[in-house]
């Protein structure tokens, strides 16, 4: 199997769509991703084929886009692998490949960025200066290209959709931002393309995110509500097992501001954590009284 059509530029895309909008069925899913693909992101792609369904179109974008990483952060080492990639997309019934280059999405000359308030400002935000920008930004010009659509993201990256949900409202653009439950691997660790960088034994401490969370969510069904409470449940599981902690969070699940330790986080709230596990920064997260606590066990392998 393979992609039927790939495209380099957005005038391509944007006429491949044109084409497709008219031979199939109108509707499309578009699953913007930053390549290494995994299961997680094929999960993203047959989510939109649901959506649209067997004729309808299915887009996927790779690009490593350079504006949402810090001087200091993995941009050149991050995994590329255009061709598995493509391989994987086919198998998971993609249709349309949009992987262009760095200088056909930032031209010479090219001055706007995209800046989302309020959600940016907790959570990974102080940690990653600049970096929501670049998101939003790439994801602008994205969506500006793809048009009406379905876009699908993990809520792993929970502060991202919530940003680009944002985004999307704000700016009229024509596009249903649809959140897929994160995939996990057996063990219940968070699928991402940087698990690729864990040890053997990192992979091992890594476990303990999801075990914090779900030690908080079991507190959680049994009627515990303090937020600093819930918090040092999941901050015990993973101050014994990463290197370091950016944060382990309660907040509301909708504006992202956190609670007071001694606040009540009501019947739904976020619970957020990011940290390294040697020199891989790890996030992952749960939305007590939403998500199932199945969502918190592995069932990949
Ligand atoms: O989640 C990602 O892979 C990236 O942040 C995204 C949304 C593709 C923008 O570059």
Redesign the pocket.
């Known amino acids: 199997m393979c992609i039927r059509d790939s495209s380099k530029t957005p005038e391509e895309l944007r006429e491949s769509l044109r084409i497709a909008r008219i031979s199939r069925n109108a509707r499309v899913a578009f699953v913007?991703?930053?390549g290494a693909l995994h299961e997680g992101h094929l999960a993203l792609v047959r989510e939109g084929r649901k959506l649209v369904g067997d004729d309808g179109t299915v887009v996927a974008?790779i690009?490593?886009?350079p504006t949402?990483f810090g001087p200091n952060e993995d941009f050149a080492r991050y995994p590329r692998d255009l061709d598995g990639d493509q391989t994987k997309l086919a198998s998971a019934g993609c249709d349309l490949l949009f992987a262009p280059e760095a200088r056909v999405m930032y031209p010479e000359g090219e001055r706007t960025r995209v800046r989302v308030d309020g959600l940016t400002s907790g959570l990974c935000g102080p940690f990653r200066p600049g970096h929501f920008e670049?998101?939003a930004t790439?994801?602008a010009k994205?969506f500006s290209i793809v048009g009406e659509a379905y876009a699908i993201?993990?809520k792993k990256?929970y502060q991202?959709l919530a940003v680009?949900r944002r985004l999307a409202t704000d700016l009229f653009f024509p596009v249903n931002v649809v959140g897929h439950p994160i995939v996990r691997e057996k063990g219940g660790l968070a699928m991402s393309?940087r698990n690729a960088y864990l040890s053997p034994e990192e992979r091992e401490r890594a476990l303990a995110l999801s075990r914090g969370l779900r030690a908080a969510y079991a507190a959680f069904s049994g009627g515990e509500r303090r937020a600093g409470t819930l918090v040092d449940l999941v901050q015990k599981e993973v101050e014994a097992a990463a290197d370091t902690i950016d944060y382990v969070a309660a907040t509301d699940a909708d504006s992202l501001v956190a609670f007071d330790p001694e606040a009540s986080v009501g019947d739904r709230a976020l619970l957020a954590i990011a940290c390294r596990v040697g020199k891989t920064r790890l996030l992952d997260n749960v939305v007590l009284g939403e998500d199932p606590m199945t969502s918190l066990s592995g069932s990949h392998s």
């Open positions: 913007p991703t930053m974008s690009f490593v886009n949402q670049g998101v790439v994801v994205l993201f993990g990256d991202q680009l393309s």
